[in-house]
């Protein structure tokens, strides 16, 4: 079984910084593609940033030059650096990690639960 578990949401002021962890877990054979996605009520959930298992990154264009992903292999963990927020990246924020699987041998998309970012003074 593999779960994704995502933290570090939260209230911050317009301006600020917060850092999302999206932890997998289970058993994992192989982490290829990860990415971060956001949805407010009322819309379909959008891609914010994406990186792959070579590190290759890209970016929505509302969020570029203020977001940064990046993946740590050795601990099975995604991040999203967030700096310069504003009000509209008020969103859930979901992981999303394509994995191999030790017990179906075949890659699958898993996401996280989900976690709340407000942006607001």
């Known amino acids: 079984q593999v779960q994704l578990v995502e933290s570090g949401g939260g209230l911050v002021q317009p301006g600020g910084s917060l850092r999302l962890s999206c932890a997998a877990s289970?058993?994992?054979?192989?982490?290829?593609?990860m990415g971060w996605y956001r949805q407010v009520p009322g819309k379909q959930r959008e891609l914010v940033a994406a990186?792959?298992?070579?590190?290759?990154?890209n970016y929505a264009d509302s969020v570029k030059g203020r977001f940064t992903i990046s993946r740590d292999n050795t601990k099975n963990t995604g991040y999203l650096q967030m700096s310069s927020l504003k009000p509209e990246d008020t969103a859930v924020y979901y992981c999303?990690?394509?994995?191999?699987?030790?017990?179906?041998?075949?890659?699958?998309?898993?996401w996280g639960q989900g976690t709340q970012v407000t942006v607001s003074s």
């Open positions: 999303k990690a394509t994995i191999v699987s030790l017990r179906t041998w075949t890659g699958g998309d898993y």
């Open positions: 289970g058993t994992i054979f192989s982490i290829n593609g």
């Open positions: 990186i792959t298992s070579g590190g290759s990154t």
